[in-house]
């Protein structure tokens, strides 16, 4: 089992930026990627981001640019960096924690981007 638990949301004003934290325990040697996801209100949940375990990354067209993942192996941190905000932005960002047949799921957080 691997627990994810995210942190770092908040409101932010458009333009600004904002880091979210993903922290993963227990058996965290089983991890394959890292993933970021978010959702919108009443929308369905999107993949945006993922880092795997040598430090390979992936982004979705729509943050491209203006999102990066990274991760502190040593303490079992993946991070989001998301800079120039837009109202757009303001979703429920969770983490994935994946392995080779099983997902991980945090309980998200909460990015709410002002105009």
């Known amino acids: 089992q691997v627990q994810v638990v995210e942190s770092g949301g908040g409101l932010v004003r458009a333009g600004g930026s904002r880091r979210l934290s993903c922290a993963a325990s227990?058996?965290?040697?089983?991890?394959?990627?890292m993933k970021w996801y978010r959702q919108v209100a009443g929308l369905q949940r999107d993949w945006i981001a993922t880092i795997d375990t040598h430090g390979q990354t992936n982004y979705a067209d729509s943050v491209k640019g203006r999102i990066t993942i990274s991760r502190d192996s040593a303490n079992e941190i993946t991070y989001l960096q998301m800079n120039d905000l837009k109202p757009e932005d303001t979703a429920v960002y969770y983490c994935q924690a994946r392995a080779r047949s099983v997902a991980y799921w945090g309980q998200g957080t909460q990015v709410t981007v002002s105009p």
């Open positions: 227990g058996n965290t040697v089983t991890i394959i990627y």
